[in-house]
């Protein structure tokens, strides 16, 4: 992914907020629909997903065809480095809980000198070796690097994960989060809103850009007007089950005249 777009991306999360879904189907088309609808990324889920390093190859070539960033979340840190070979222009870590952690991902996700990523440069990345050497080592670490905080030992560690260099977005993960509350599933439990909300000032504090998960419209106008500039609207099977119950509906209502 070309160094101008994550520029571009940058700045509208610095001006205001960027937007777009986890994609759990197999199909590249959902993330070209995505692209086309206007989103500004799509989260491409090993963590949740059936999704394999093979098929998402596929998946990020849409996106790029479709203007639309491919950020990939990944399983575990093993899968971090493999996934940008393939042309992420993110990665995001699931449950992260301490700073020891997330130095760890940023070692697996940059080369030197900001970090140890196996060298390859006979990948997609790379343009399978058709990019000058110097002009992909000079790119490649130009990739965001997001980390879900998603649990109490990461509140409890918040100040010294804060402070880890190369870490590009803290991530709320509002369902992990009210599990590890004892609350699971309840996203709006003001228990949870108040660990969410101090999250989120804490990071503005430390003008760190901060990004959480929303699957309907009072949560996504709760959580912009908050501030938050990473904007994880739902997921494409969840768009695609509401937009079906609308369908019905309307037929319904047709029907009922
Ligand atoms: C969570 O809410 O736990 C996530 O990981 C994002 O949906
Ligand atoms: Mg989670």
């Known amino acids: 992914m070309g160094m101008a777009i ?6 509208k999360m610095r001006n205001g907020y960027v937007i777009g879904p986890f994609m759990k189907t197999c199909d590249p088309a959902f993330v070209e629909a995505a692209g ?15 999704a394999s390093v093979e098929s998402l190859q596929n998946h990020i070539r849409a996106a790029q065809v479709a203007g639309v960033l491919p950020v990939v979340r990944v399983g575990s840190c093993g899968d971090i480095s493999r996934v940008l070979d393939i042309g992420a222009a993110g990665v995001q870590i699931p449950q992260i ?34 990019m000058e050497k110097s002009e992909y080592f000079r790119k490649a670490n ?11 030992q990461a509140l409890e560690n918040l100040n010294e994960i804060m402070e880890v260099p190369g870490i590009d977005i803290l991530f ?9 509350l004892g609350l699971p599933g309840q996203t709006t439990h003001p228990a949870v809103v108040e660990q969410m909300q101090e999250i989120v000032e804490r990071a503005k504090k430390k003008h760190i850009l901060v990004g959480t998960f929303m699957d309907n419209k009072e949560t996504l106008r709760k ?35």
């Open 223 to 257: 959580w912009s007007n908050a501030g938050v500039q990473y904007l994880s609207y739902s997921v494409d099977t969840g768009i695609f089950y509401e937009a079906c119950v609308w369908v019905r509906k309307q037929m319904n209502q047709i029907n009922a005249c």
């Open 36 to 50: 086309y609808a206007g989103m500004d990324f799509v989260i491409l889920d090993m963590e949740h997903g059936p």
């Open 142 to 152: 130009h990739t965001l690097v997001i980390i879900q905080l998603e649990g109490q």
């Open 6 to 11: 994550i520029e571009e991306f940058y700045r």
């Open 97 to 130: 809980s301490s700073a020891k952690e997330a130095e760890a991902v940023v070692r697996e996700a940059k080369y030197f000198p900001e970090g140890e990523r196996g060298v390859c440069r006979f990948v997609r990345a790379a343009k399978y070796s058709a």
């Open 172 to 180: 709320i993960g509002p369902y992990d989060l009210s599990q590890s």
